[in-house]
């Protein structure tokens, strides 16, 4: 399927790894122009270089932290008129919301929910004057059910994800749409870390609790972030106009509900 999104712009947001990188490539694969931004210059620079030479997509990278001012005005001024901005940001440690203070809260709620809101309000005015627009915001299936020892991340994810049940009501007359793409069980290093951290307060090895988290999956595996990367083109894409304000749910079927 042809997305018709050759020779937009996209800003893919911690796009070194993971699933941000899965975006990337997805899009690059789509003919989209990327600029994309990690903490990492060399990583970022290497995942870059994979992207250019696998699909031929012109690429910057931005090597910043995107959840301060100078992070987010540096990948603006590589790509000021972005038709795609994927917002992505890792999510803050697991633990016990004992244990967390006024700051660790204000990291959070800074990364999950503020600085994509900032990314949007930077670029959506732009987006609605070209009548094109496509934002997809990274957030997660505990935004629909909560994991426990996530809860910094459950918190901040969610209250993006109220401010954007708003938004995307307001620009979609423009052509721009706003949705958010929630991942469960992927394959990425945070993935790796959880089932870690989980298998250490269960008494039991890492394998065994992979072994578990895969076999409790209705798919009886991790999901592959290549799936999710197309899954973020098509929403992306020129026909995907129709669609906006929604929380399009990756776990595997693990979310058991009718609706």
Excluded at 57 to 80: E, M, Y
């Amino acid at each position: 399927m042809d997305l018709g999104i050759a020779g937009r712009k996209a800003i893919v947001c911690a796009a070194s790894k993971g699933l941000g990188r899965a975006c990337a490539m997805s899009l690059g694969r789509e003919g989209v122009e990327l600029v994309i931004n990690a903490r990492t210059a060399d990583m970022l620079e290497a995942t870059a270089e994979e992207i250019r030479q696998e699909t031929g997509a012109k690429v910057t990278a931005v090597a910043c932290d995107i959840t301060t001012d100078a992070g987010r005005a540096s990948v603006l001024a590589a790509c000021p008129e972005p038709d795609i901005l994927v917002n992505n940001a890792g999510g803050p440690p697991p633990g016990d919301f004992r244990d967390w203070d006024r700051d660790n809260w204000i990291a959070a709620v800074d990364a999950n929910m503020l600085t994509p809101i900032f990314l949007i309000k930077a670029t959506v005015d732009g987006m609605i004057a070209r009548k094109f627009g496509r934002v997809v915001n990274i957030t997660s299936a505990a935004v629909k059910s909560p994991i426990e020892i996530l809860g910094l991340s459950n918190g901040a994810r969610a209250g993006l994800t109220g401010f954007v049940a708003g938004l995307s009501r307001k620009t979609a007359r423009n052509n721009v749409t706003i949705n958010n793409l929630l991942p469960g069980p992927f394959d990425t290093d945070r993935f790796r870390s959880n089932i870690q951290v989980q298998a250490d307060k269960a008494g039991v090895s890492y394998d065994e609790m992979l072994a578990l988290r895969s076999n409790d999956n209705p798919t009886g595996r991790i999901g592959n972030p290549h799936e999710f990367g197309e899954t973020c083109a098509f929403l992306c894409g020129a026909n995907a106009g129709f669609m906006t304000g929604q929380n399009v749910l990756m776990d595997g079927g693990s979310f058991n509900s009718t609706f």
